[in-house]
Every structure is written in C-alpha cells, then in structure tokens.
C-alpha cells in the first residue's frame, strides 16, 4: 500500500524548504522529496542572500513566519545595508552566507519540524488522476518505483528539469555543478500540454583564495553593525569577513573580444534565454564596447574553505579562455581556478499557466515554485516556496487562497507578474516593479505580513509576541512624540526637519518605555513621520488603484465576444484570464484601449444584470 | 445602452450647411432603409457608392430627393454596417426622415453612441476619439486642420520628445536604486535641475498653448465699440464679409448688439457690432449703451473704432480709457483727409484699405509668438493633463534642492509621467527596465 502525505514538495532548494517548513508548521503531514538530502539549501551560485529588492522579499518571506532570514542571520559572514545613500524604502539587507553553514543550518532547523519527513530520491513523474473530467495531482512517482500519495504536490525543481551545462564547447547534462538532472520528470512535465519555454543562466568560476594576492585589492568591509533579516534576531555579533572589489583588464576584454565564438552563449549553442540583469562578462564586453572597466567582487564562500566566487565573471567561455582571462588581471596572475564558471539551460513552465495560489490552472492541486516558473534567485525562489506551501495547505484546510495584494509587497508583485505576464527572461525583483515602493520597507514587513502569517497558522507565538510587543511600543514612542515639546515645538514636528534625527531622542525613549525598543521600530516611526507627505501621497494612489483595478472580470468571461479587442489582445487575455481589470491591465500588450473597451463592456454587463 | 440595436440619427448639426445627413448604424441598417426609401429600381447596395433615391413621410408623398450611401462592415466608421442618407438640410426634412427610421426600427442613437461604437469596436482609440468629436464640431477649415492633425497624433508627437526626456531622468534615478551596487554614480541634485529645468520650460509652454489652442477650438469673441457714426457696422460688415449689420448714416441705428461668426486667418472669430457709445439720446439707446459696455467686458479683445474725419475727441479718450485686456484702436475712414491725430491703424471700411493688415493684427493680438500651426493643446482634458505634469515637476523641483531621497522625488516624477501616459499610452515598469538595461551596463 502506497504512502500517503497531506503535501509532498519536490525538490529541497530555497523555494522547497519554505514550501515544506510552511506545510508542516501549519499542521499539515508534509514529506519533502530530494535527490541528495546533503545538498537541501544548496547555493548554487553566490552564495549571498538579499540585495536591492531581494533583501524586501526575504524580510517579508520572514514576517510570514518563514525560514530563510533566520537561516542567514545564523550564517552570514559579512552584513551590508544596501542603498543608505537613499530613503530608507529602499535600504535593502545582503549578507555573504558560509555556503556549507548555511546548508546544515536549513537542514537542522528542518529536521526539528516534527511534520515533516524528508527523504531522498528521484521523483520521475506526477501522479495525476483525471477520472471526474478534471485533472488533479494525486502524488509521485519515484526513480525506484515506489508511489508516494499525497493531497497536493509542490515541485521546485530549480534548474534540475532537462538541465544542461554549458563550458565553451562542451555541454553535459546536469541539475547543478556535478548532479544528475531531473530528465524523466521534465519529459513528464513537457507532456502535460502546459506552455514552456527554455531558460539560461550562468555562473563564474571560483578561485583558490590561497593564491589570490589579497593586498592588490581594494578591501569592501561588512556593515559595523550588522543589519538582520529575520525580525526574530535582536543582534548579530558574528565577526565579519572582508570582500574585495577588482576590475576587468585591456587584455582580459582583448581576450573575451578574440574568443567570443568560442562562448556557449556566442555560438549558437544556447537556446535558452538568460537575464539581462545578470549578464555574463561576454555580454557586458559586447555590448558595451565603450566600457573600459567592469567591476567585479572577490568573495569568500565560507569562513572553513579557500573557495573564493568571482561576482561579476559569470561566463560560458572554454576552461583554457577562463584561466587567461583570471590570470590577465593584476593580483590574480597566480590565481588557480578550482571551477571553471558555466552556463546552465533548464525547462520552466510559463507562469501564465499558474493562479494567484501558484496552482496550475489545469492540474488541480499541483502547484509550482521557484525558478520552475521562469524566476532567478534564492530569495524570488524562497518567496514563491511559501506562497505555494500556504496555498498548497490551504487548499487541503478548504480555505481559499491567501493573495498578498502588490499594495501590500513584494510577495504579491512577484506573484502577480509572473502570472500574468510570465518571464521571457528570468525574472528578478526589483524596486521599480512595485508602484508603491514607499510603503514596502523592510521596515514594516511584519506589519504588512505578520497579520497575514498568523492567521494561516504559520507565525508561532514566539514571532507574534514580538510582533505585539513592536506594535505597542511603536504606539506608545508616535504618542510621546506628539505630547512632547521642546523649544515651543512638538517632537514629531521637529523629527519632520533636515538634520532631525529620532535617533537624537533615544536615551528619553527608553526611560519613556522603560526597555530598550525593539529592533527597527525607530526606524518605523521616523519614516512614517518624516516622510508623511509622500506616504499620504502613495496612499492616494493605492486607493485610487484599487478603485480602477478592482472591477471583478467574471469566471469564463468570454473575451472573444468583444469585437473591440484586436486578435493579439483577445489571445493574450485568454492565455492569462486576469481577475481584475487591473491585472488585465498589466498584461504586456493589452493597451490602455482595450482596457477601456473591457471596462464600457463590464459596466454595461453588470447594468443590464440589475 | 445596447450594443445590439441599429441606431440612427441626425449625423450633422442643425442648421449648418446645405445638406443634412441622416445616419444607419447596425446589422439592420440596410432593411430599415428599404423601409423608408423609394428606389427607381431595386438596390443593389454596393458598398461605398453613392446613389439616388427619395425619402417618403408615413403617408408615401416624397419629401425629398436624397443621396444614399452604404459602408459595408467591418469597412465602416463603427465597423458595423453604416448608411448615410444625405437630404437636403432642412430640419423639418430631417426630423420627418429620422422619425421613419425610428418607425422601422432603428433606436435613436444617444450622443456620441456613433464614435462610442467606432470606439468599442477597436476602430479609434481615445484621443482619436476626441478628436473627431471635435472634427464634427468645427466651424472652420484651419479648426478641421487641426482637429484631423489630432487625430494622426500630432499631439502625442508634441509630447513625445517631453516623455523621452522625463523617461531619461526616471532610468537615471531607477537604475540608481535598482543597481546601488553596481557602479552607477548617484546622481547629484544639481544633474537632476539641470534635467528638470528643460522639462519644466517644455511642459509650461505647452500648457500656456492651450490658450491659443482654446480659441482655435471655441472661438474669440471681439466686440467693436466707437462713438455713434464712427463706422463700426460698416467694419464689422467688412471684417465679417457679408452685409449683416444694418448700416445708415443715422447716428445709433444699431439699436442692439448684433454677431457674427467669421474666419479671421483661420480662427473661429465671432464679431459682435455694439450699439455706439453717447452719453445721453433716447431711452433705448442708451440700453445698447449698456450693452455695449457689457460686451467690451465680456468680450476677449475689443476694437475700438474711431473716426479719423472728426477731430479728436474726449470721449474717444475716455472710451480708450475704459479698454481693458488686448484691444486695437483702429481709426476708421483713411480714405478721408485725416482730422484726427490719434495713434491707432488706419483703414477704410468703405475701401478696405488696411482691413488685412487689421485681420493681422488682431491675430496677432490674441496669438502668442511662434505659435504653430500643429501641436498646441485644444482640448481642456490635455490642458488639465500638463497643468498637473507642470505642478508634479515644480514639486520635483523643490524636492530636489531640498535633498529629498529619490524614491520620493521619483513619486514627483511618475505623478508627471501618469497625465503624459493618459495621453500617449502607458509606460511600464518594463519599459523603465528595459531603458535601465540598454542605457547601463548592469548586473554581476
């Protein structure tokens, strides 16, 4: 007799591990599929967490009562708040992580989940039961046989699915540097009569720190205080490690220039399409001939290994073109490559495919996260795993699906995007992607989240305590800087000023609340207060978007009944099914006419229904 | 409101022009026509050819002989089948023809409901739209001239190079956030004024072009005010080019005030005569007086007419005096031995020496400088547009010097950026990326 789970995720990556600690953590008997339970959290490429944007996904991946901001918080090695040059809705946290720590740590704290079982094998295939008219998945099948039953399925197979690596001239098959692709699942998966597409990305090539001469290097420090991702960890005291920032050389962009043929990329090799954003070195050189120098970062991988990763190198270029390239930059002639960098081609599903739960709109109960759905990054992977691990739970609770609005982060601009625009490149966040960037800080992710978290099921006592804690303290400190004069003149008026700081007014604010405040909640108040302008205006906006977008677009509407509509607009519509007018509006060429068009049509259906 | 029904209507304004079309649109425009019409023989409702009928009231009598042409779907103003009946023009013709349409079967089409349909069905997109609203409106040739202009776009060309440019500054400070930590320099604020700056010039004189643009869209009243006799009726006969006004020798025979609508170097002017200014005469004349004084202040701009076969006058003086807002003294009579010495551009009404310099002037008057033909804003709702996109960059601007982080001065910018996409289409968060991508060398 088969094995039966409540969820079975597929896959122990980023988006896999949130996935299964969300499922089990909200009561549900959760077991995780892996092809080698040592490599559960591996970083497959830098092994850094956080950045611009992606540090906003983390926070909030946290406040949901995730897993990966503690996981780095316990493992970084360096600390950076990126962006302080800017308004603090744009500080965003990045940390270096020691890659073995971090996957021991994510192994550890998943093992202490008691509804959760994880075990190693190959899924080689979905079992999908479509008696009933509709299909639904029903479980896996393993490499060796075995059938594992389950309620709902979440594969996150990242690049696993038909992977195939790329080093100049030669290709071979693999999930990751050195592991078996997952080959049988993905045919299953291409079978299944979603849409899909081919995706590339890339990595450089890691040094022997030991034979980098580190003092020809400008030294990049971490912060002097830590900033932490998780809103559980008070305080990181760590020691932290330096990186090194160097730059591309003439004859270095000589080299790429003369063998540029020779790259994977450059041949004609590649099909798959790889993200602008994270260009390889050949590419920069190509296409921005102009550009006598690029920066690159030398980073340490971990505090117990010489492994150094060269950001800023990734490259599909032959091993000997690598090696010369390395060596032309002054301080690296000595340098030995432990591994050469490599491209690697993958299926991905269109996300299109997918609804705002990340259930795939034909197979019931199977739902898809992470670089599957046409993503790049731990954290977009790590964000996507939770959302799909709620809503896979919920669906086996019978409750409907949890939608984080794109007003209210990150989380619901990453997953509104992908599903109705797909990813015709990887896709990676950005600030600029969300309309109201002021409102989404990581300062105020467990307000937007943690409510959200809590009522799932997911936030535990401990992480809703603090988050209580935080908000009364944050009452109390907005209520004292309103009663509080100095001069003639209210301290929330003075905190307005250039210059004013609520940093200033510290030492009153503990002996006001009589404890240390809580992490980041100065950081709250000041920005609702010094910024309160702004904010009103954004709040404004998000009413008014609300308004405009919030017209419901009724189940099985038929878009084709609207002659208005050119052809294109009317494909694209079908091929997403938006639920609101807004989101139809944010579908790549469904022009502001058509929307218009959509909108007479709607009102006047909903005219003639009353 | 339904889409389903055959409309009709009375497709050109009362009273305007020697013709009158009724318009069919719908899948049952052709057989409501053969309903109404009277064919020589049995049509054959080839499409986009013209051909004759008549159009007969409830009782069979023909009203009258009409041309009749057929727009086969989709290759029509609405995409749906479309007939134009053009009679000729009276009202009463017209009304008695719609009302058999009605009869058999169309739906009186609601206001607009013709272009909403055009719309609807993905013939024309918004401002297009509004453009041809105002294309049926227009009075003269040069306003059709510019309304079929802001059909082809000519104002989404005007604000196209103002897009690009506030575009430019929103990738420099996107791509400054987005890839802090690639090697993109932080822009200072005085590189953000010195984009701004441009921005803003760009953006007022577009706004302030409206005013021109206004009265190439609705007209500019110009009331001519004089002492009795002066010759205002004969000018305003002159300046309008047909014999409108009554015109004696009696001083203040123009007992009211009197207008008309004339082409003055393309703008839709509409002239009013007053009733000549004296102090004193009879009851009645002295109400035109009034009139006349109610005129000037209502009116854009004021001509005043003196007579240059007089002596000069006190009361042309005081009459001066009362001017206010753009006006013109213009001495009447030149073609007479000049009495009066007064500064003022002479012309003769009874002549028309001088008239065209005078149209000229008042063009001038009223027309800002360099003003051109394509691109000045006519429509309120784009006026309104590029008030808010001067006011969002005027904060910008403050918020700038005031060192405000660039996530919030880049609120300032996309409330510029939003009226510009009302108009011209939206730009997405894709479109900002993809400029970041081709303008910087990003990414590790």
């Known amino acids: 007799m088969a094995k039966k789970y409540d969820v079975m995720i597929v896959g122990s990556g980023h988006a896999g591990c949130e996935a299964a600690r969300a499922c089990a953590r909200m009561g549900l008997n959760t077991a995780m599929v892996t092809m080698n339970v040592d490599l559960i959290a591996q970083m497959s490429c830098n092994p850094a967490v956080g950045g611009i944007a992606k540090g906003h996904l983390v926070r909030e991946v946290d406040a949901l009562g995730g897993v990966m901001g503690e996981v780095t918080d316990a493992v970084g090695i360096q600390f950076r708040l990126l962006n302080t ?54 479980g896996v099948r393993l490499h060796d046989g075995r059938e594992l039953l389950a309620g709902a399925v979440v594969i996150t197979t990242g690049t696993f699915l038909n992977g195939l690596a790329h080093i100049g001239e030669q290709t071979y098959e693999c999930g990751r540097n050195g592991e078996s692709p997952a080959v049988m699942l993905g045919n299953q998966l291409r079978g299944l009569g979603l849409r899909w597409t081919r995706l590339k990305t890339g990595t450089p090539p890691r040094l022997d720190g030991r034979t980098i001469h580190w003092d020809r290097f400008e030294a990049q420090p971490g912060d002097a205080i830590p900033t932490p991702f998780s809103f559980l960890t008070s305080k990181i005291d760590r020691p932290q490690i330096h990186c090194h920032i160097a730059y591309t050389s003439p004859e270095m962009h000589r080299l790429i220039a003369e063998n540029v043929h020779r790259s994977a990329m450059y041949s004609g090799r590649i099909e798959g399409i790889g993200p602008r954003y994270c260009p390889s070195i050949e590419d920069k050189i190509v296409k921005f001939p102009d550009k006598d120098k690029h920066q690159l970062f030398l980073e340490p991988e971990g505090l117990d290994t010489n492994e150094v990763y060269v950001n800023g190198m990734s490259t599909s270029l032959p091993y000997d073109v690598q090696a010369q390239m390395i060596a032309s930059i002054e301080g690296l002639e000595d340098a030995e490559m432990i591994r050469a960098g490599y491209a690697i081609e993958y299926d991905a599903i269109d996300a299109r495919e997918l609804n705002h739960g990340l259930e795939l709109k034909q197979i019931e109960s199977l739902f898809l996260a992470g670089q599957i759905n046409g993503t790049s990054g731990y954290e977009e992977a790590a964000c996507q795993g939770i959302v799909a691990g709620i809503n896979a739970a919920r669906k086996l609770q019978n409750k409907p699906s949890v939608v984080v609005p794109r007003t209210e982060g990150y989380t619901g601009i990453l997953v509104d995007d992908l599903i109705s625009k797909g990813a015709d490149e990887p896709y990676r966040m950005f600030t600029s992607r969300a309309e109201f960037r002021l409102h989404l800080r990581i300062d105020n992710a467990d307000d937007r989240l943690t ?69 980041g909640v100065l950081t709250v108040v000041e920005t609702e207060i010094k910024y309160s302008g702004y904010l009103a205006q954004q709040e404004r906006q998000i009413e008014r978007m609300k308004e405009a977008g919030g017209r419901l677009i009724p189940c099985g509407f038929d878009f084709g009944g609207i002659p208005g509509l050119s052809t294109e607009v009317r494909f694209k519509l079908e091929q997403v099914r938006p639920e609101t007018l807004g989101q139809a509006g944010r579908i790549p060429g469904v022009t502001p006419a058509a929307i218009a068009v959509l909108d007479v049509y709607l009102s006047l259906r909903s005219q003639n229904a009353s | 409101m339904s889409l389903q029904h055959t409309i009709a209507a009375i497709s050109t304004p009362a009273g305007r022009g020697g013709i009158g079309v009724l318009r069919l649109s719908g899948a049952e425009a052709r057989s409501i026509a053969t309903q109404v019409l009277r064919f020589s023989q049995p049509p054959a409702w080839e499409p986009w050819r013209a051909f004759l009928a008549e159009l007969e009231d409830a009782e069979g009598t023909v009203i009258d002989q009409v041309v009749v042409t057929y727009y086969a779907a989709p290759r029509s103003y609405t995409t749906e089948d479309v007939i134009e009946i053009a009679c000729h023009g009276a009202p009463v013709v017209l009304r008695a023809g719609l009302d058999r349409l009605l009869h058999a079967g169309a739906r009186l089409a609601n206001p607009g409901e013709f272009t909403l349909r055009a719309f609807l069905n993905g013939r024309l997109d918004l401002p297009r739209a509004e453009a041809v609203h105002d294309l049926i409106q227009a009075t003269t040739l040069y306003q059709a001239r510019v309304a079929a202009q802001q059909i082809d776009g000519a104002v989404s060309r005007r604000l196209k190079p103002l897009k690009e440019r506030l575009l430019g500054l929103i990738t420099l400070l996107e791509a400054g956030i987005d890839f802090a930590e690639d090697d993109i320099d932080v822009a200072a604020a005085a590189q953000i004024i010195e984009r701004l700056d441009p921005l803003l010039a760009q953006s007022r004189a577009l706004a302030k072009s409206y005013a021109y643009g206004k009265l190439v869209h609705d007209g500019l009243s110009l009331a001519i005010v004089g002492r009795p006799n002066a010759g205002k009726s004969s000018l305003f006969n002159r300046l309008v080019e047909q014999d409108r006004a009554i015109v004696t020798d009696i001083p203040g025979t123009t007992r009211d005030v009197v207008s008309e609508t ?61 001017l206010t807002g753009p006006s013109l003294i213009v001495g009447n009579k030149c073609d007479l031995p000049r009495q009066n010495p007064t500064e003022c551009l002479p012309v003769s009404a009874l002549t028309g020496e001088g008239i ?50 660039h996530e919030m001065l880049l609120l300032d910018l996309y409330s510029a950026l939003t009226p510009l996409d009302a108009i011209t289409g939206a730009t997405t968060a894709d479109d900002i990326l993809n400029r970041i991508f081709a303008t910087f060398c990003i990414g590790k």
């Open chain 2, 262 to 322: 004339a082409s003055l170097n393309g703008l839709p002017v509409k002239f009013i005569d007053t009733a000549g200014i004296r102090e004193g005469g009879d009851q009645v004349e002295s109400l035109g007086i009034e009139r006349s004084y109610a005129a000037m202040a209502d009116a854009d701009c004021t001509l005043l007419v003196i007579d240059l076969s007089q002596p000069a006058d006190a009361f042309d003086a005081e009459l001066a005096a009362r």
């Open chain 2, 356 to 405: 065209d310099a005078l149209r000229q002037h008042i063009h001038d008057l009223v027309a800002p400088e360099g003003i051109q033909e394509a691109g000045f804003l006519t429509s309120l709702r784009h006026a309104r547009l590029l008030d808010e996109v001067v006011l969002a960059l005027e904060r910008a601007k403050v918020a700038t010097s005031e060192q405000v982080p």
């Open chain 1, 85 to 138: 040059s800017r308004g603090p809705a744009v500080w965003s946290p990045r940390a270096q992580c020691d890659k073995k720590q971090y996957r021991i740590h994510m192994k550890s704290v998943l093992e202490r989940e008691p509804n959760l079982r994880i075990l190693q094998g190959e899924v080689c295939g979905v079992l999908i039961d479509d008696s009933g008219g509709r299909r639904r998945a029903i």
């Open chain 1, 451 to 519: 409510p959200v978290g809590r009522e799932v099921g997911l936030v535990q006592d401990d992480r809703w305590e603090l988050f209580r804690r935080k908000q009364d303290q944050r009452a109390r400190i907005e209520k004292w800087l309103h009663e509080t004069k100095r001069s003639g003149e209210k301290l929330s008026v003075l905190i307005k000023r250039q210059g004013t700081r609520i940093e200033d007014f510290r030492p009153e604010i503990v002996t006001m609340l009589g404890e240390e405040p809580a992490h």
